[in-house]
T-cell receptor, first 115, second 114 residues
Framework: AQSVAQPEDQVNVAEGNPLTVKCTYSVSGNPYLFWYVQYPNRGLQFLLK??????LVKGSYGFEAEFNKSQTSFHLKKPSALVSDSALYFC?????????????FGAGTRLFVKA | KAGVTQTPRYLIKTRGQQVTLSCSPISGHRSVSWYQQTPGQGLQFLFE???????NKGNFPGRFSGRQFSNSRSEMNVSTLELGDSALYLC?????????????FGPGTRLTVT
């Protein structure tokens, strides 16, 4: 079965500094990896995905993620953090299931960006 | 394009009661998935519907059920509510529910069971 792990419950960064939110995955076959963000009292928003191709994936709001097959990682990055980036971030993988697919989410990493 | 909508946004129910939650996907999206979000268990997959058929089901008891209508709108039902069912229930839609499809989430229904 597929799985993702987010080793950090919380990441603190100062505004203007680069940020990294870590994710490692375990899959059989090709990985289909996603990042979602959840703001307070709202549903999840899609940020970016890796299906195939370039290892550096660009997404919404200036975020990008680097796929590293040898390290089985898919870390989320942003060159310069904003206070408004403070939210809960989920790494996810698509898993095949009888008749279709389901999304398996990591436990989430809470990002705090301090002004 | 309108996003995914969920009704109601908040519900308070008593143990033993049943509840029905509704989800309207983005226009043109045929796959609807449901997730339960709790502080302790995180995001857990409940089920997925595609073209009015349940295509996937997570590890939840039979008290949790759902359906999808011909216009892709979906409902989920929880019968004989337990305190542990208190959670945020999220609905997500995607075009076809394919392996590479990103999902678009509604704001959720916050269910409190007392």
């Amino acid at each position: 079965a597929q799985s993702v792990a987010q080793p950090e419950d919380q990441v603190n960064v100062a505004e203007g500094n680069p940020l990294t939110v870590k994710c490692t995955y375990s899959v059989s076959g090709n990985p289909y990896l996603f990042w979602y963000v959840q703001y307070p009292n709202r549903g999840l928003q899609f940020l970016l995905k890796y299906i195939t191709g370039d290892n550096l994936v660009k997404g919404s709001y200036g975020f990008e993620a680097e796929f590293n097959k040898s390290q089985t990682s898919f870390h989320l990055k942003k060159p310069s953090a904003l206070v408004s980036d403070s939210a809960l971030y989920f790494c996810a993988v698509r898993d095949s299931h009888t008749g279709g697919f389901k999304t398996i989410f990591g436990a989430g990493t809470r990002l705090f960006v301090k002004a | 394009k309108a996003g995914v909508t969920q009704t109601p946004r908040y519900l308070i129910k008593t143990r033993g009661q049943q509840v029905t939650l509704s989800c309207s996907p983005i226009s043109g999206h045929r796959s609807v998935s449901w997730y339960q979000q709790t502080p302790g268990q995180g995001l857990q997959f409940l089920f997925e519907y595609f073209s009015e058929t349940q295509r996937n089901k997570g590890n939840f008891p039979g008290r949790f059920s759902g359906r999808q209508f011909s216009n892709s709108r979906s409902e989920m039902n929880v019968s004989t509510l337990e305190l542990g069912d208190s959670a945020l229930y999220l609905c997500a839609s995607s075009l076809e529910g394919g392996v590479g499809d990103e999902q678009y989430f509604g704001p959720g229904t916050r269910l409190t069971v007392t």
